[in-house]
């Protein structure tokens, strides 16, 4: 099974932009669908995005299309997360997340891998 370790949170203006990186190990990382989701306090964990195998389909929640990106880089077992124009209802705990079998799924509980999550905080 692959583990996964976030990082690239942190403090940011509105409007302003982070990207969130996740390093897998352990599986063959370029068989798995990955994905990001987001869990702000009190709230249930949501997806954000994801991508294909090799990176040419991507999805997005429709709260963040447009705004950020998903990219993957199958060579160096890595997965980004480029965040555009952040806003402050974008703060959350940001979570990498893989699943070993075929199909593209926007809930958690289709992923079997995840990592300890990366706090970004957007200030008003």
């Known amino acids: 099974q692959v583990q996964l370790v976030e990082s690239g949170g942190g403090l940011v203006q509105a409007g302003g932009s982070l990207r969130l990186s996740c390093a897998a190990s352990?599986?063959?990382?370029?068989?798995?669908?990955m994905a990001w989701f987001r869990q702000a306090p009190g709230k249930e964990r949501e997806f954000v995005a994801l991508?294909?195998?090799?990176?040419?389909?991507?999805s997005y929640a429709d709260s963040v299309k447009g705004r950020f990106t998903i990219s993957r880089d199958n060579v160096k077992n890595m997965v980004y997360l480029q965040m555009n124009s952040l806003k402050p209802e974008d703060t959350a705990v940001y979570y990498c997340?893989?699943?070993?079998?075929?199909?593209?799924?926007?809930?958690?509980?289709?992923?079997?891998?995840w990592g300890q999550g990366t706090q970004v905080t957007v200030s008003s």
């Open positions: 352990g599986g063959t990382f370029g068989m798995y669908v």
């Open positions: 997340a893989a699943r070993g079998r075929g199909g593209y799924y926007r809930a958690a509980a289709e992923y079997g891998s």
């Open positions: 991508a294909s195998w090799n990176g040419g389909s991507t």
